[in-house]
């Protein structure tokens, strides 16, 4: 296992039951009270995935102003009130990735895309941009690489701009038998609630033992929507939901 296990979604095949009575504890940090998620779609490859890329902004449009969202309240705090996001938009970048993306790489693709293309969202404190990596591509972390170590993860940069990275899942420890759609739904959803309440890793709610409200219930799994999503854990009932 990497360095930085709070941040990312393991592999199907490295998913354990809690060590301990799990207990998220608020650290003081910010939380994105109204997430509005941004996409990439990274490389020319998705033009072959047209279908997916529909199906992936109707996810979110869906996702963010969904009953997942509503579970999420119970986390808001004195100054930062959990509620319904948006999508802000989503665009195909045509260049290509290199076949080994790190993650210097994927804070930098942000910066310069903010900076110079108008078609993408300005950053707000509560913006989430999400970076979808096409078939082939792999993304490093902390000496780990995903499909070997992990299937996603989420960070920021500063403090103040707020990613995740999902990586086509291309490998059977991301999918388990599972269509793409439904892979990336799962390992996305759990990117949001996390980076929803612990935006800054550590930083918001968290367990010692047990890392993030997504880490706790990797792999568990509803219907919601029509789509496949993440269980996540809850304070007030003690379990996944």
């Not at 979110?60 to 969904?66: G, I, L, P």
Request: charged share 15%.
């Amino acid at each position: 296992m990497i360095a930085s296990p709070v941040k990312i979604v393991p592999l199907r095949t490295e998913a354990l039951a809690p060590v301990a009575q799990p207990r998220l504890t608020y650290r003081g940090g910010p939380l994105l009270t109204a997430v509005e998620t941004f996409l990439f779609f990274w490389g020319e490859a998705w033009q072959q995935q047209a279908d997916l890329m529909e199906r992936m902004s109707g996810f979110f449009d869906y996702v963010v102003a969904s009953p997942l969202i509503d579970q999420l309240t119970e986390y808001s705090v004195q100054d930062f009130t959990i509620g319904h996001g948006s999508r802000s938009g989503a665009i195909t970048l045509r260049t290509s990735p290199p076949t080994e993306v790190a993650d210097a790489d994927i804070q930098r693709l942000i910066q310069d895309e903010i900076a110079s293309d108008p078609a993408v969202a300005q950053p707000t404190p509560n913006s989430l941009y999400y970076v979808f990596l096409p078939p082939g591509v792999t993304a490093g972390l902390d000496g780990g690489s995903s499909c070997v170590n992990f299937c996603g993860y989420h960070d920021h940069i500063d403090g103040k701009l707020f990613y995740a990275v999902m990586p086509y899942p291309d490998c059977g420890g991301c999918t388990s038998g599972m269509s793409a759609l439904d892979a990336l739904t799962t390992s996305s959803s759990h990117e949001l609630c996390e980076a929803i309440t612990d935006p800054i890793p550590g930083q918001g709610w968290y367990d010692d033992q047990n890392a993030e409200i997504g880490d706790i219930c990797a792999w568990q799994t509803k219907q919601l929507g029509g789509y496949a999503v993440q269980l996540e854990w809850s304070n007030r009932e003690g379990r996944c939901v």
